[in-house]
C-alpha cells in the first residue's frame, strides 16, 4: 500500500476520501494480476483529469494572453499537457514509487515509463477535483505547473518577457531595468530563487524559480503586468 500521507504531503493537498487517491495510483495490470483486490484501475480517473487539465490550462491562457490566437493558445496547450510534460512532472515529485503495478509491469520499469506516469498524474488531477472541487483543483494545478508554465510560455510563445520589460522601460523611462537576487533555498540539487527587478531603484516585480533565469523571467512578466504593458502583440 503506498504511503498516501507522503504523497498527500508532496501534493499539498489533504484528501477528504482518500480512497480516491489511492485508486488514482492503480495501474490496469494491478488488476489485471489481482482481480478483486481494490475497486478498480485508474483509467476512468485518467480520463476525467485529462478533461479537467485541458479546461484549466486553456481557461488560463485565455485570462493571461488576450493576444494571443486560438492557435497559439492551442500550440502552447497541447505543450503544457503533454505526455512528456506529464511525465516530467510525475518524476520531479517521483510519484511512480507510489503506483501499484503487476510484477510483469514492474519488472519492465513500468514506474519510470511515461504513460504510466502521465496517466497517474492526471488520475490525481481528477482525483483532487473530485475530493476537493473547481477552484482548489485550479489553484492545485497552477502551483504543480508553475516551473514548467513559464519554461513552455517563453520557449514556445516566442514571449521574450526580460526583452519585452527592457524596451518598455527604456521607451517610457529612459532607463534599463536591474535583477537583483533576494533568496536562494533549498539543497543544491533542488534549490528555489527569488528576483526582483528594479525601475530607478524601485521594485516592479518579482519571481521565483528553480534557477536564477526563470526567476527573472517571472518577475519580468510580473513587473509587466503591474505597469500594464501590452507585452503579447
Known sequence: MPDLVVLQ??????????SLL?????????????PGAV??????????????????V????????PNLSEGQMTKLRASLVRRDTLARMAR??????????GKGEEASGGRDKAANLAGALEAVIAAVYL?????????????????EWTRVINQDAGIDYKSKLQEFVQSRYQLIPAYRLVAEVGPDHDKLFTVEVLVDGRVVGKGTGRSKKLAEIE???????????????
Open 219 to 233: 518577475s519580468a512578466q510580473s513587473a509587466l503586468e503591474r505597469l500594464d504593458a501590452d507585452f503579447t502583440g
Open 92 to 101: 520531479s515529485m517521483k510519484l511512480g514509487d507510489f503506483l501499484r503495478l
Open 39 to 56: 475497486a478498480g484501475n485508474n483509467e476512468r480517473l485518467e480520463f476525467l483529469g485529462d478533461a479537467v487539465l485541458d479546461f484549466i
Open 9 to 18: 504531503d508532496l501534493l499539498g493537498v489533504t484528501f477528504n476520501e482518500p
Open 131 to 147: 475530493d476537493q472541487g473547481a477552484a482548489s483543483t485550479r489553484n492545485f494545478i497552477v502551483r504543480l505547473f508553475g516551473e
Open 58 to 65: 486553456a481557461e488560463k491562457l485565455y485570462q493571461d494572453f
Open 22 to 34: 489511492e485508486q488514482a495510483l492503480v495501474h490496469s495490470s494491478y488488476i489485471n494480476e489481482n
